[in-house]
């Protein structure tokens, strides 16, 4: 059902986000999840390791998104 697909489908938007924010670039998408990012309050890739971090990671790139 819907619960058990929730997480890979919050995965697949992280990365959609994450891909439009930096024009495909991959170089500067694995710069992005690797360094500390302030008003995530930690690393981004270390923060997605949990539940409550994907969360938040993806309402914050949702809202720069917003902004592209």
């Known amino acids: 059902g819907r619960d058990a697909t ?3 489908d919050s995965w697949v938007r992280l990365f959609r986000s994450l891909d439009a924010i930096t024009g495909g670039d991959e170089t500067v998408a694995r710069a992005w999840l690797a360094n500390e990012n302030r ?3 930690g690393k981004p ?3 997605i390791r949990t539940i409550p971090g994907l969360m938040d990671t993806l309402a914050y790139l949702d809202a720069r998104r917003a902004l592209v």
């Open 45 to 47: 890739a270390v923060k």
């Open 39 to 41: 008003a995530l309050g």
């Open 6 to 8: 929730y997480p890979l």
